[in-house]
């Protein structure tokens, strides 16, 4: 029965996505809904993100410095691992975890609390597409997610090198060296294609769960703890798919 259940809400989730793009908003409306998302979802997280990059750019630094026993190896290494780890990893899979507790939950909520408070029933008894309104706007604002990715890497790598240079584990133009060697440009494309992917589904699978949820207040805060966890689950999933299929050749 579960498992007839799941199939049943996949279903549900790809014919939602249908629904976004028939009937369209009209502009002169969408364009203000458009700017609102950006300024909650993506100006509003930047604090978030250049803060966790930032540190945890550096942590990775001090973490492969202090595992750098052996005096053969070179120190310039610090900035190479730091520079794979922020920019294949950390930056695009770790904080779209991060953003599927900020983001997600915000969504969820708000278009939960629109159906408990029928504001939803009210936009469809005005001939509006309320799926259109309320999630395409989403999408359109995620496209900036990238923006908000790369100063995730560029601050991580920053981190990293604060950390080590002022930690004292290695020189400046030993750990840029380090960041510079062996760059193959196309991991870069690599992270910007998964996050692409990511904004769609920390777009799409919140709204899902805000929008199809039946109750009351309580039930808003139980739609938001579980579409963070199925976003969740969806963004790990499909980075091993992707990386499998872009890197693993």
């Known amino acids: 029965?579960?498992?007839?259940?799941?199939?049943?809400?996949?279903?549900?989730?790809?014919?939602?996505?249908?629904?976004?793009?028939i009937k369209q908003t009209k502009w002169s409306v969408m364009k203000n809904?458009?700017?609102?998302e950006i300024d909650d979802l993506i100006i509003n997280s930047l604090g978030?993100?250049?803060?966790?990059?930032?540190?945890?750019?550096?942590?990775?630094?001090i973490q492969t410095a202090l595992n750098l026993t052996n005096p053969l190896?070179?120190?310039?290494?610090i900035g190479f691992a730091t520079r794979q780890s922020v920019i294949l990893e950390f930056a695009p899979t770790f904080i779209s975890v991060i953003m599927a507790g900020k983001m997600g939950s915000f969504i969820?909520?708000?278009?939960?609390?629109m159906r408990v408070t029928e504001q939803i029933d009210a936009l469809e008894v005005m001939g509006v597409n309320s799926l259109n309104y309320l999630v395409f706007p989403?999408?359109?604002?995620?496209?900036?997610?990238?923006?908000?990715?790369?100063?995730?890497?560029?601050?991580?790598?920053?981190?990293?090198?604060?950390?080590?240079?002022?930690?004292?584990?290695t020189s400046s133009e030993s750990f840029i060296t380090g960041v510079q060697?062996?760059?193959?440009?196309?991991?870069?494309?690599?992270?910007?294609?998964?996050?692409?992917?990511?904004?769609?589904?920390?777009?799409?699978?919140p709204s899902f769960h805000g929008y199809y949820m039946k109750g009351g207040a309580l039930e808003v805060g139980k739609a938001s703890t579980v579409?963070?966890?199925?976003?969740?689950?969806?963004?790990?999933?499909?980075?091993?798919?992707?990386?499998?299929?872009?890197?693993?050749?």
């Open 1 to 21: 029965m579960m498992l007839i259940r799941y199939i049943s809400q996949i279903g549900k989730y790809f014919l939602m996505i249908k629904e976004i793009f």
């Open 33 to 36: 809904l458009i700017f609102k």
């Open 48 to 61: 978030i993100v250049c803060f966790i990059s930032f540190f945890v750019g550096g942590v990775v630094s």
């Open 73 to 77: 190896i070179p120190t310039y290494l």
């Open 108 to 113: 969820t909520s708000s278009i939960g609390t």
């Open 138 to 169: 989403k999408i359109i604002a995620l496209l900036m997610y990238p923006f908000l990715i790369g100063i995730s890497m560029f601050l991580g790598v920053f981190g990293g090198w604060m950390a080590a240079v002022y930690g004292g584990f």
């Open 181 to 205: 060697l062996d760059f193959i440009p196309f991991h870069i494309t690599y992270a910007f294609i998964k996050t692409i992917i990511f904004a769609m589904l920390l777009a799409t699978i």
């Open 227 to 249: 579409s963070f966890v199925w976003t969740s689950v969806c963004i790990i999933t499909s980075n091993y798919i992707l990386t499998q299929l872009l890197l693993g050749s």
